[in-house]
């Protein structure tokens, strides 16, 4: 502006003076250019990286929760499934309880000590004590329908049992008379039946003589039967077998 | 910042397009610097390393609040433990209880085809065959079974109780295809029935016939039909640290069950003082089940 409103102002001195301003002004604007240009360069420089590292955290960020809302699935039909299988497999329910019975079932923990058949749990012969004891209302049917079954289940004569194992045939030892007539299973105790010891030959039948309110002896637990049913067990000359 | 854009070729140039620019054998399409694959590795394992550690950190948050500890997983140590199974067959009567039990105890089907224990009564015949019966898997016993007709008079007869053998080198484990059926810590061989495609493929490798696939039905071991079942030592008890269920209701003991690192333990006793034998141990497959007094003729 000043270089144009005064271009007759020619004074050697001025001129030159004027001279230097104007490099010195020109040389500063090629200053500040050059520094406007760096900063410019810095900037970028500068910019960049951040660009980078935000990318990154997002990018890190999408890789993370990716993976963790894969895992899910992976766990569940992938290999780490194992650990879930053992678990599963303990955790399952347990039906029989051990024997635990005879705390509250003294009478027959006191009968069944040092018999046979103390060294069984309760629950070989009663069913399960899963549910035991359960609601009053829910009566628990702990004891086996067919008890002779129970019994010849183990005990009756069969192949391949060892030959030290009580075991009975099953049409010679006092057949339909059902077995707890003389066993008690819990002390495994037979009563042996009473022989007879007076002769059979020309005499009415049994009970005749042996009924409840009869002449000879008749064991409350007895009923009145026919003379083949008796003799069952009382067999003449021997103590059975 | 961009000397590598610049300097690298135009991606055109090298595409397949021109046949006479087609790039050599085994070059990348796209060229790729030394510098670029730093680059992309400067940025790549970083992004890596933090995605792992929001996975990580994402777990441990949704994980924190179930503490759950299972009571019993928690309290067993697997590892701790090789578990070992004796059957005498000079003691058992086969009596079927503990076919019962196991049945009861586990929720396996009733009928003789699906079971995880069974009896057999093996007899030597006239002929000097072996006979081997086992009706309703011996559930009812043999009270009411008579031997064999080829049975010869006086031939030896035996009852052999079955079970699953939970072999050291188990057939089972190796030829199922989605790694199902596997092997504990402690040696017993259990069954993924979430993985379990039910192919059978188990079912006949295993040479002693101790796997069946649950059918459908009431009831079932797992409530899942169609996948292999098997004896698992009862699992579920071992781990509370009780017997097995045909072990606990034997009632002439002829079940013995215990843990072999125990040089103490009924079963250790037993396979060290008396001579025991493994059902066909010419398949090497190294049976944790042992069995006591077999005849030579009858194993």
Not at chain 2, 35 to 64: K, M, N, S, W
Not at chain 2, 236 to 255: F, I, S, W
Request: net charge positive.
């Amino acid at each position: 502006m000043t270089r144009r409103s005064r271009p007759r102002l020619p004074a050697p001195p001025v001129r030159r003076a004027l001279g230097r301003t104007r490099v010195a002004l020109a040389r500063t604007r090629v200053v500040l250019a050059r520094t406007r240009v760096a900063l410019v360069r810095a900037a970028r420089r500068v910019r960049r990286p951040l660009v980078v590292v935000a990318g990154m955290m997002v990018l890190s960020t999408v890789l993370g929760v990716g993976a963790f809302a894969a895992s899910a699935f992976y766990g569940q039909y992938g290999a780490p499934r194992t650990p879930i299988s053992v678990r599963s497999w303990s955790e399952r329910p347990v039906t029989y309880l051990g024997s635990d019975c005879r705390g509250c079932h003294s009478a027959v923990s006191a009968t069944s000590a040092g018999a046979p058949h103390a060294q069984l749990i309760c629950e070989s012969c009663h069913v399960p004590s899963i549910d035991h004891p359960g609601p009053v209302a829910d009566v628990v049917q702990m004891l086996p329908a067919a008890t002779d079954e129970q019994c010849l289940t183990c005990h009756a004569r069969t192949a391949a049992r060892p030959a030290a194992f009580a075991q009975v045939e099953l049409d010679r030892h006092y057949p339909g008379a059902g077995c707890v007539a003389c066993h008690d299973p819990h002390t495994s105790s037979a009563v042996t039946p009473r022989e007879v010891t007076h002769p059979l030959a020309n005499l009415p039948a049994c009970s005749t003589c042996h009924a409840p309110l009869g002449l000879k002896q008749f064991p409350a637990n007895h009923q009145v039967a026919p003379d083949a049913v008796c003799l069952a067990c009382h067999r003449p000359g021997a103590s059975g077998p | 910042m961009t000397d590598e854009l610049e300097t690298a070729p135009p991606i055109e140039a090298v595409e397949p397009a021109g046949a006479q620019t087609a790039p050599p054998q085994g070059v990348l399409l796209v060229p790729i610097s030394r510098r670029q694959v730093l680059q992309i590795a400067a940025i790549g394992v970083p992004c890596l390393i933090g995605g792992g550690a929001i996975f990580e950190a994402l777990t441990a948050v949704t994980a924190a609040p179930q503490p759950e500890i299972d009571p019993i997983v928690a309290r067993y140590d697997a590892a701790a433990h090789r578990w070992g199974f004796v059957v005498d067959t000079v003691a058992c009567i086969g009596c079927g209880k503990c076919v019962v039990a196991c049945k009861t105890e586990n929720g396996v089907p009733l009928d003789a085809e699906h079971t995880r224990t069974w009896i057999e009564r093996r007899t030597v015949g006239r002929d000097g065959t072996v006979q081997v019966e086992s009706p309703e898997a011996g559930v009812d016993g043999f009270a009411h079974a008579a031997l064999p007709a080829a049975a010869a008079d006086g031939s030896v007869s035996q009852f052999v109780a079955r079970l699953c053998m939970q072999c050291e080198l188990s057939p089972c484990t190796v030829v199922c295809p989605v790694g199902a059926t596997y092997r504990t810590a402690d040696g017993v061989i259990l069954v993924d029935e979430a993985r379990c495609i039910g192919c059978g493929y188990c079912v006949v490798a295993c040479p002693y016939g101790a796997r069946y696939l649950v059918p459908a039905g009431a009831r079932t071991p797992t409530g899942v039909a169609g996948v292999a079942d098997k004896c698992t030592f009862c699992y579920h008890r071992v781990t509370r640290g009780e017997q097995p269920a045909c072990v606990e209701v034997c009632p002439v003991g002829a079940r013995k069950f215990g843990d072999l690192n125990d040089p103490g333990s009924e079963v250790s006793v037993i396979l060290r003082d008396q001579p025991s034998r493994v059902l066909r141990p010419e398949l090497g497959t190294r049976p944790r089940v042992h069995y006591l007094g077999l005849e030579d003729r009858l194993a």
